[in-house]
């Protein structure tokens, strides 16, 4: 996860999107993954994975590598923390980007940081938050 991390700061857009793309996957996955676990809000998880993915299907596809592992998730609340922070960081970074583009491709950015910060606030409150 810290190499998409770094490649959310990156100054080259390419990079950035490739990185939100596999992040929002990611995270979509750990959704879906919760929502099968006792006690978890399993609406509060759909509702994540849903923003995850109309954020993902905004952007274009990584021109290259491979998708993130699902990762094992750590119990209790604090276990979704990092792909809360990771949709944050998503969130951020693409308003970034967005300064530097034209009034369409600013709008599609800002709307798939809108679904990076809907999902990160859903993931946030599966796990009883």
């Given at each position: 996860?810290?190499d998409?991390?770094?490649?959310l ?12 793309w596999?992040?929002f ?24 994975s849903?923003?995850c993915m109309?954020?993902r299907a905004l952007l ?11 990762p ?14 990771l949709l944050?960081?998503?969130?951020d970074?693409?308003?970034r980007l967005?300064?530097e583009q034209?009034?369409e ?6 709307e798939a940081?809108g679904h990076?910060?809907?999902g ?6 599966v796990?009883?938050?």
């Open positions: 996860m810290s998409t991390m770094n490649m700061g990156s100054s080259e857009p390419r990079q950035v999107l490739a990185a939100s596999d992040a996957d990611v995270a979509r996955r750990v959704a879906s993954t919760v929502a099968w676990e006792g006690g978890s809000d399993e609406l509060q998880a759909l509702a994540a849903q923003s109309a954020g274009p596809l990584p021109e290259s590598g491979r998708p993130l592992e699902t094992v998730i750590a119990a209790g609340p604090e276990g979704l923390d990092p792909w809360v922070d944050h960081e998503v969130r970074a693409l308003v967005s300064d034209s009034a491709a600013r709008a599609v950015l800002i940081a990076a910060d809907a990160a606030r859903a993931l946030a409150t796990r009883g938050r």
